[in-house]
């Protein structure tokens, strides 16, 4: 019966993050906890922008050296039926490159609370709470997606909260109920504006139904509402000011089954699939009204050695996208995303370990002039991190990340053809304490 309400509580149905995920591992032995990195970076295109632009382009392609700090603190409490977690980080990146403005300032918030009732109930929740202008900062998930793939100037909001109640009938016999809320808030403002085109709030309630049919395998079905709705309402998804934001409102109902598996201790499956179907309430002349996609989302974990761990998945559904309306066209409502996501820990020697990670994501453009053009998106991230002591580390890394898009702008009679794509390369050097 304990390992039922385990699998139960152990990831919300459908869409819950690796960031909530990790929030809910068992909680450090010591109170309290302390941290800081220190590191110097080369950044050769922290605007995201597309190559080759031309002079007065609202965004050009620069590069510079910078320095990043990045402080953070902790408080964990736990005692026998309630573990509560409170993390703080700071981050201040400085770019040489700036005139102006050098420094970019984040802060993220982080909390958790977990309670059981009894053996056989139990509730989560969570909260992260973030501003930034790192794509990567600002996705619930904690890598770039659809929304936007793009670096932003000024202080950008998300919020990311759920609460979750999770229950063992019988030893066999267990359920789920959960409750997921959203919140976005860009800085840039104006018709046409990140605000007017992401400024939303992302609704989500699912239940679902779960059979422990050995110890090792659980089935489940399941449901999931959600609720996607603009906040920008002073704004318009285009530059001229004719087409309302809340065209791009969205009801979303999910149905799918599922199964959780261990192989052994060490490999582990999840696995949902099902559908999606959309609904579109304030749809205008020329966009549909609502719409069925192929629902997935499946992790395989391995961990082998001391540290040593893979994870592969792979996920598909509908997403918000920065791009809106060309040209007096109707509304690009969404994107229909496929990711793939992959992440190798490997301690290399007793000292140092390896982390390599990587995802592509095709993004697929519905409604609009853009309709059925695509975003292909590839990110990477390789690590080395040499431990000198257990309060002290060295790090050095590589990431990059590149947008090949279908899509182009028109920017003047001069350039007619402004290219979405980009490429973004990253190098890392520094060092880590914590206590």
């Known amino acids: 019966m304990k390992t039922l309400l385990t699998c139960v509580g152990m990831a919300a ?20 906890n302390v941290g800081a990195n220190l ?73 958790s609370l977990s309670h059981s009732f009894s053996e056989r109930y139990k509730m989560d929740a969570f909260d992260s709470f973030v501003v930034g202008q790192e794509p990567a900062l600002l996705s619930p998930g904690g890598t770039p997606s659809s929304g936007t793939y793009m670096r932003l100037n000024g ?23 959960g409750y997921q809320n959203t919140f976005y808030d860009y800085d840039q403002t104006g018709n046409g504006s990140y605000a007017a085109l992401l400024n939303r709030m992302e609704q989500l309630a699912s239940v679902d139904l779960r059979w422990q049919y050995t110890p090792a395998t659980t089935a489940l079905i399941g449901y999931q509402f959600g609720y996607t709705e603009q906040t920008d309402n002073t704004d318009t998804l285009d530059f001229a000011g004719t087409v309302p934001t809340n065209v791009r409102d969205r009801y979303d109902h999910y149905g799918f089954l599922g199964v959780d598996h261990d192989f052994n201790a060490q490999f582990s499956t999840q696995i949902r699939a099902g559908f999606e179907y959309a609904e579109y309430p304030n749809a205008v002349a020329g966009m549909d009204n609502s719409r069925i996609v192929p629902y997935a989302d499946a992790m395989l974990q391995y961990k082998f050695g001391e540290r040593n761990s893979i994870q592969v998945g792979v996920k598909n559904d509908l997403e918000q996208t920065d791009v809106g309306v060309y040209n007096g066209d109707v509304a690009t409502t ?23 990670r990587g995802q592509w994501q095709m993004a697929t453009f519905n409604g609009g002039f853009y309709n059925n053009q695509q975003d292909n998106y590839y990110s990477a991230d390789v690590d080395l991190t040499y431990e000198i002591n257990r309060y002290l580390s ?42």
């Open 13 to 32: 149905v459908g869409a819950m993050s690796l960031q909530a995920q990790d929030m809910r591992d068992p909680a450090p032995s010591k109170p309290w």
């Open 39 to 111: 590191r110097g970076f080369y950044d050769d295109n922290y605007t995201t922008a597309p190559a080759n632009t031309p002079t007065g382009y609202p965004i050009t392609k620069r590069s510079s050296w910078g320095a990043d700090v990045n402080p953070s603190v902790g408080l964990n409490i736990v005692q026998d039926l309630t573990t509560i977690r409170l993390n703080y980080d700071f981050d201040m990146r400085y770019y040489a490159d700036r005139v102006n403005n050098e420094e970019d300032f984040s802060h993220n918030f982080t909390g």
């Open 155 to 177: 202080n950008n909001m998300r919020n990311y909260a759920g609460i979750s109640f999770t229950s063992s009938f019988t030893d066999q016999l267990g359920s789920r109920i």
């Open 334 to 356: 969404d994107t229909q995303s496929l990711t793939l996501y992959g992440i190798l820990t490997y301690r290399l020697t007793p000292r140092l370990i390896g982390t390599v």
């Open 394 to 435: 060295a790090q050095v890394g590589y990431a990059l990340d590149r947008l090949d898009s279908d899509i182009t702008f028109y920017y003047s009679a001069a350039y007619p053809s402004i290219a979405r794509s980009f490429t973004r390369n990253r190098v890392y050097f520094g060092v880590n304490a914590s206590y």
